[in-house]
């Protein structure tokens, strides 16, 4: 009965010690997702601010220019490479993380025409603004 007894308690304290090494890893899981959802909320409204100076920097820079083409440098959002798109504003996704933010490029998308398709950044944009069609692409 003592044997039994023995392996009943190891059985018993090796599922509290399993328990208690779950629930540490599954709270140190949802601090890390905490975290990277905050990353990846600031990195996004970041490049979409830098793409909307980038956007207005190419509108006003050259005015006897036909083209003016500006090239933007961006970086990944905690390990994802963004997806960017000109359509009646400025459209930023995530994929893997299903996050989609959309900025009115400080109201460029009522005067000046934006029809771009989706453009992944994995290295360098270029935004080109046509003055002789007023119209704003990324490339």
Request: net charge neutral; hydrophobic share 45%.
């Amino acid at each position: 009965m003592k044997a039994v007894s023995l392996i009943v308690q190891f059985i018993i304290f090796f599922a509290i010690g399993l328990g208690f090494f779950l629930m540490a890893g599954n709270l140190f899981r949802f601090q890390s997702d905490l975290i990277k959802q905050d990353v990846i909320d600031a990195g996004s409204s970041l490049a979409l601010g830098e793409i909307s100076a980038a956007s207005i920097r190419a509108i006003n820079s050259c005015k006897s220019c036909e083209n003016v083409s500006i090239k933007v440098d961006q970086r990944m959002i905690a390990g994802y490479n963004p997806v960017y798109q000109l359509s009646n504003g400025a459209i930023l996704e995530i994929e893997p993380e299903d996050e989609v933010l959309q900025s009115s490029v400080h109201n460029l998308n009522y005067s000046v025409t934006m029809n771009t398709p989706k453009v992944l950044a994995s290295k360098a944009i270029v935004l080109t603004y046509d003055r002789t069609k007023n119209s704003l692409v990324i490339k």
